[in-house]
């Protein structure tokens, strides 16, 4: 049966990191979802952090018209309806509420809903969510907290976000419950104010070739 988990999952398809963007100044926004696009990750969240959030996915949607671009942070119904109307193709929420789930539902506009603990898995599960993001992933546990919950709910999966980098990423995706994970690591905050996108473009580049 299909349904948003699975019409997200395909959307992800083989994508191996999701880059979490906190965007000051939309002015570079642009910029810097083509250098991750140029480097091969082609699935951004900008985060719904900053008053440039709305804006930047906006400008990036029109502008890498192949990329697919979400809103992340989103927390509130009416949050989920300006992400939408800004061109969000999938919404991450740090956690949920059945008042949210249904706000993003009435969107049309598949949740990456965030969760930490088996039971907050299971809530999820009753909605017909079966891809959830993990999170905060490595205080709440990291790698062997996420194995262990792979046995008892093996109809749930993951995107591991929170504290990881290049170095931790490649053990989450070698998790049989992990599709990806999400990371901000791919566009430090020094190489973004410097405009150096040759760099970010590399790391992107690294970050792609993860599970290859």
């Known amino acids: 049966m299909s349904g948003p988990s699975e019409a997200l999952r395909a959307m992800v398809g083989s994508t191996t990191v999701i880059p979490v963007l906190t965007i000051e100044d939309a002015g570079y926004a642009v910029d810097l979802g083509r250098a991750l696009f140029e480097g091969g990750l082609k699935v951004l969240e900008i985060t719904l952090r900053t008053p440039a959030g709305l804006t930047a996915i906006r400008e990036i949607s029109q502008a890498l018209p192949e ?43 598949p949740l990456l809903p965030g969760c930490a603990t088996g039971s907050e898995a299971m809530r999820l599960m009753d909605e017909g969510i079966t891809f959830a993001k993990f999170f ?60 150096n996108w040759a760099e970010i473009t590399r790391l992107a580049k690294e970050a792609a070739a993860l599970r290859g």
């Open 67 to 109: 990329a697919i671009v979400g809103a992340g942070t989103v927390l509130h119904p009416r949050q989920a309806e300006e992400a939408a109307m800004a061109g969000a193709k999938f919404m991450v929420s740090p956690g949920a509420t059945k008042g949210l789930i249904d706000a993003v539902n009435s969107t049309g506009v």
């Open 136 to 195: 905060p992933a490595e205080p709440a546990g990291g790698v062997p907290y996420l194995k262990s919950l792979g046995e008892p709910l093996q109809d749930i999966v993951f995107c591991p976000t929170g504290g990881i980098d290049l170095a931790r990423a490649k053990a989450y995706l070698a998790l049989k419950n992990v599709v990806c994970v999400g990371g901000s690591w791919v566009a430090p905050k020094a190489a973004v104010q410097a405009g």
